[in-house]
Nanobody, 125 residues
Framework: VQLQASGGGLVQTGGSLTLSCEVSGGILSGYTISWFRQDSGKEREFLAGIWRGGPSTFYADSVKGRFTVSRDNAKNTVYLRMNSLKPDDTAIYYC???????????????????WGQGTLVTVSS
């Protein structure tokens, strides 16, 4: 399974951006897909995820209400819509896929065996 993240860029504070994660080499509905981000000098942080096979989603408290994750199985693509962006949201954003994530592990990067290359989001003040 390969993941290709795209859509990053430079945006002003308060702006919006939508990231895409295209999945190939596997059936999207068979994987839980999540978004993480990592800023320099910081640990990788879970943001949002969408369960395999269904529309149910889950979020980190830090982005709940601002970020929305969705999937289009026909396009084998998962999206992350980000609103009300702040300078603290500046980071490299990664999408990742897991075939074995369960309720207790869904936010842990350890259960995600497939990762995209990352896309840089920069929010200017």
């Amino acid at each position: 399974v390969q993941l290709q993240a795209s859509g990053g860029g430079l945006v002003q504070t308060g702006g919006s951006l939508t990231l895409s994660c295209e999945v190939s080499g596997g059936i999207l509905s068979g994987y839980t897909i999540s978004w993480f981000r990592q800023d320099s000098g910081k640990e990788r942080e879970f943001l949002a995820g969408i369960w395999r096979g269904g529309p149910s989603t889950f979020y980190a408290d830090s982005v709940k209400g601002r970020f929305t994750v969705s999937r289009d199985n026909a396009k084998n693509t998962v999206y992350l819509r980000m609103n009300s962006l702040k300078p603290d949201d500046t980071a490299i954003y990664y999408c990742a896929a897991s075939a074995r994530a369960i309720l207790s592990t869904r936010r842990s990067q350890l259960v995600y065996g497939y990762w995209g290359q990352g896309t840089l989001v920069t929010v200017s003040s």
